[in-house]
């Protein structure tokens, strides 16, 4: 190497590869560099297995456990027994818990694609998108128990709705709307800028832009943030606990009745001790299940609407 | 008596030029992207925009439609008049519709072919689908794409090769009835056939439109352009049809890029 890059690799503070100094500490340059790849290498792929390995080992569990509780009955009864839930099955939990996501969903999902949009193809001044998305982060940091403490004081009370399941669902909507926020808008950037111009310079409008191009382009992901928003929704108990989830019901007939919900009653059956532990496993099977299908059905949905223009 | 000397200057004009540029200047905060550029830009011929990179040459075209307005930092002074009107007095919208751009690369909107052509003719309430298919036909066939993809209308646009993404970006840009078509390095990312039958259009294309073409491929301009613009960091050196160009440039600048140094 010339003297001339040599000393430019040190201007830039770049250590240059050859140079005296190092030869006499006896390890060459390049072969250091070798090991310290290697041991980049091993300690990712060390990383890589203990995750991996940790997450199947928790979700093998549970199905093994819990598998031998599913049968037809468990996913079409209601909960039964002298001590609730240790025999019968957990149908309302499960249409509980959809109704829940569900109205989740359609609460934030509107808001936040809709603030999504207007971050990225509406708003023109910086300070403005700053302070918006300043507030969606400052709402994602809100502890869930929070958020149940207000839907209750507010909802519940204040408004008198009551505990039901459309109060519950707006608690829940509340921490998965910045969720379901940052995903439409990762999406939306990345949408690439020329598509965009292109249509900009026929001399569209960006409404028209947005409706005929930027929407059905990012239906999939739109879609695939929606259902994970959901599964968020699903996994979580304390903005429901006081606001619309209960320990026992039969399937809600409405939005503004309560209902049962499988986190909650997962943590019943597990604090009632070592009778119902068996129908505890069954349930976090049914938990399990439910959200990595939904996982699976949006990651599907995301690549089927990818392909179906990449060919 | 100036003014009025002036007046009948440009509707002297009218008839042949369909752009014209006065002292256009822009700038992005204290830099100058574009200093005082004059020139005109007449009927039915294609002014092929010459200059190294960086010159300025995509950022002019962005002035032309109109599309540098929906830049917030960049101060656009002097006139564009398109047909005698003047730009700044049309909204952005318009003007975009009536001066299309066409961009370097192939911008296939991620849809089938049809609806590609269709996207800018709803825009514009036109519903009829015998109406769309009619104007579809006529500029794919303009562009000498109709015969390729007549068959595969339904299709995506982005499983066509580069060269026909880019005639198809072209006839789209063309469904709107513009008055002037722009097109920034049309050929840069494509190959010699590809480059060759874009060319063979746009020299159909003339008969119907006034073209800009901008270009830093020298043989290019050679083969179709009619007026020659060279720009040399932001400003304009030179003018002049074709052959006088290319045959006498004046400036050195102008005979170093045409020599390639």
Redesign the interface.
């Known amino acids: 190497m010339s003297r001339k890059k040599r000393e430019r690799g040190h201007i830039r503070g770049i250590r240059s590869s050859f140079t005296a100094e190092d030869g006499k500490r006896g390890l060459s340059p390049l072969r250091r560099e070798y090991f310290f790849g290697l041991l980049l290498r091993l300690f990712s792929a060390l990383s890589l297995g203990a995750s991996v390995f940790s997450v199947l080992f928790l979700i093998l569990y549970i199905l093994g456990r819990g598998s031998s509780v599913i049968s037809p009955g468990f996913l079409t009864r209601a909960p039964a027994g002298l001590v609730l839930g240790e025999e019968g099955g957990i149908a309302p939990a499960i249409t509980g818990s959809l109704l829940f996501s569900g109205t989740a969903v359609l609460l934030a999902g509107i808001p936040a694609i809709a603030a999504a949009l207007y971050l990225v193809f509406f708003c023109r001044s910086r300070w403005m998108r700053a302070s918006i998305r300043l507030v969606i982060q400052c709402i994602s940091g809100i502890p869930s128990i929070v958020l149940g403490l207000f839907a209750y004081s507010f909802l519940v009370r204040s408004l008198g709705l009551g505990r039901c399941v459309l109060s519950g669902g707006a608690a829940l909507s509340i921490m998965i709307l910045p969720f379901i926020e940052m995903r439409a808008e990762k999406a939306f950037l990345e949408l690439p800028q020329e598509l965009l111009d292109a249509s900009t310079a026929m001399g569209c409008s960006p409404a028209w832009t947005v409706k005929k191009m930027v929407l059905p382009y990012c239906l999939g992901e739109l879609i695939s943030a929606l259902l994970l928003g959901g599964c968020f929704a699903m996994g979580a108990t304390a903005p429901i606990l006081f606001t619309g989830a209960v320990a026992f019901s039969a399937h809600p007939k409405s939005l503004l009745e309560p209902a049962m919900a499988l986190p909650l009653h997962l943590y019943l059956l597990i604090a009632q001790g070592a009778g119902s532990l068996r129908t505890a496993y069954g349930t976090a099977f049914v938990m399990i299940a439910v959200l990595l299908l939904c996982r699976l059905a949006a990651a599907a949905y995301a690549r089927y609407r990818e392909r179906r223009w990449r060919g | 008596m100036e003014e009025l000397e002036r007046k009948g200057e440009d509707s002297g004009e009218e008839s042949t030029a369909a752009m014209e540029l006065r002292e256009l200047s822009l700038s992005y905060g204290r830099k100058t992207v574009l200093d005082r550029i004059s020139f005109s830009v007449p009927k039915h011929k294609i002014t092929a925009i010459l200059g190294a990179s960086g010159c300025g040459k995509t950022t002019l075209l962005k002035c032309l439609?109109g599309?540098i307005r929906?830049l917030?930092e960049a101060r656009l002074s002097g006139e564009i008049l398109l047909n005698g009107e003047s730009a700044s007095a049309l909204r952005t919208?318009?003007?975009?519709?009536?001066v299309?751009?066409?961009?370097q690369?192939p911008?296939p909107?991620?849809?089938s072919i049809r609806k590609n052509m269709c996207?800018?003719l709803?825009?514009y309430g036109k519903r009829d689908r015998s109406e769309l298919m009619r104007i579809t036909e006529e500029k794919l066939r303009m562009a000498g794409l109709w015969e390729e993809v007549k068959g595969e209308l339904d299709?995506?646009a982005?499983?066509l090769s580069g060269g026909q993404q880019q005639r198809l970006?072209i006839a789209?840009?063309l469904t709107?009835e513009p008055e002037v078509l722009l097109l920034d390095e049309p050929c840069s990312s494509l190959d010699i056939v590809s480059m060759g039958q874009i060319e063979e259009m746009l020299k159909r294309c003339r008969e119907r439109y006034s073209i800009i073409l901008v270009t830093h491929n020298i043989s290019q301009a050679k083969r179709i352009a009619d007026e020659v613009v060279f720009l040399h960091q932001g400003r304009l050196l030179e003018r002049g049809e074709r052959e006088s160009f290319f045959a006498g440039a004046k400036r050195e600048e102008t005979r170093a890029f045409l020599q390639g140094i």
């Open positions: 439609n599309m929906n917030r919208e318009e003007l975009c519709r009536r299309g751009l066409v961009f690369t911008t909107f991620p849809m996207y800018g709803r825009y299709h995506s982005l499983k970006c789209r840009a709107v």
